[in-house]
């Protein structure tokens, strides 16, 4: 594959601070939490970003909302996204998290979810690029009254569906009321997460913006990620459904890009990642809730592996550390 990849993987400038590489952990709902997240750390994430944070519970004084805004302790840098339709809810949003030190503040545009679209929030926004400008704004005006640099970036989809494709119109709008990064997933709300993210729209609004923009959609292996950086030079890529019981997919990338390699992930390590993932949530939650969480995230890890089946069916009822652990030691024995 040659040196010609290497030029993929870079870190990026952005004001205040630079991003030491370009392999981000997307903000996904119920997912991307501490725990979570400090496993794709560990395994070579560059940024990861919080699970969608609601401003107008945020403006509430929601301390269940706050905490998922703080980082985990292996995390040096952390992206926090807000969700939200009035401006002044994502202003006062922002002030409330400065006491947390956000290294970058992220709006969502793009969740396709029936009760944010509902609130004229997520996805929703792509109707209404206007109201986009306006949050935009207000993001920057907080940002200069907290007098530190914290760059601000949005997330976009193509548009709400294939008559209304404007994320150029969008991408320039953002870029013009300062924001200093954009993240496109290339399908359209009403696509959902089927069908195919379209690279050639990542493609133009690179062309058309000088502010770094990172690609998201369809990225399940390194050589997604070769794909979507040959296509579309973007900036950066960031995962999503990949990364789920899937942390390697930072480091594999890493590697494939740098020489073409790939590294062999054996069903013992990754079981063992999802026990030590278990470890950094039980650590932040407590056993109780981690236990419970962790259910999804087994059947995720187990996704396709011999007797996979027998491991998720068996965690189902475990409730603490030693019962999964108990579970893990026997499904190893069985598939050795």
Known sequence: MGDMNNDFYHSIQLPGFDIPGNLFLAPMAGWTDKGFRSICVDHGADMCFSEMISAVALDRNNDKTLELAQK?????????????????DIYNAIIRLELLRPDMIDLNCGCPVTKVIKTGAGAALAKQPSQIVAIVKAMREAVRDIGREIP?????????DHNSLNYLEIGKMVEDAGADMITLHSRTRSMGYSGNANYQHLAELVSALSIPVIGSGDLFSPEDALRMFSESSCDGVMFARG???????FEQTKQFLANGEKIDINIEEKILSALKHLEYSIKYYGEEKACREMRKHICAYTKGITNGNFLRQSVVRASTYDEYREKIDEFLRLNN
């Open 72 to 88: 985990a302790d292996n995390e040096k840098i952390l992206a926090l996204q807000l969700f939200g339709y009035e401006p002044k």
């Open 152 to 160: 601000i970036s949005v997330k976009i989809r193509s548009g709400w």
């Open 243 to 249: 990364a789920e019981g899937n942390p390697f997919i």
